[in-house]
């Protein structure tokens, strides 16, 4: 089993949560997310549509663009395996 895959996505949630700033609206938001999407796949742009759509203010402020990316950042802590895969 592939590990990065599963950081990858914890590290995109977390992202996101940092940026909605408030715990329990992120937390309204994720349960409306696993509501809609239970017994389905789904891909990251599906969590950043959702996310965009409960959080608008957030789409005025264009988060979902960043010049010369396309994807949001990795966020990167100590310890994390991203972090290791990072070093130079």
Do not use: H
Not at 10 to 35: M, T
Not at 38 to 43: D, G
């Amino acid at each position: 089993m592939n590990l990065f895959t599963y950081e990858k996505g914890y590290c995109f949630v977390y992202y996101l949560s940092q940026l909605c700033g408030d715990p329990q609206r992120f937390d309204d938001f994720l349960r409306a997310y696993v509501e809609k999407y239970k017994f389905t796949s789904v891909v990251a742009q599906d969590l950043l549509d959702s996310f965009l759509s409960f959080f608008p203010e957030l789409k005025e402020q264009s988060v979902d663009c960043r010049a010369g990316e396309s994807d949001p950042p990795t966020p990167i802590w100590p310890g994390s395996r991203a972090c290791d895969d990072r070093r130079v």
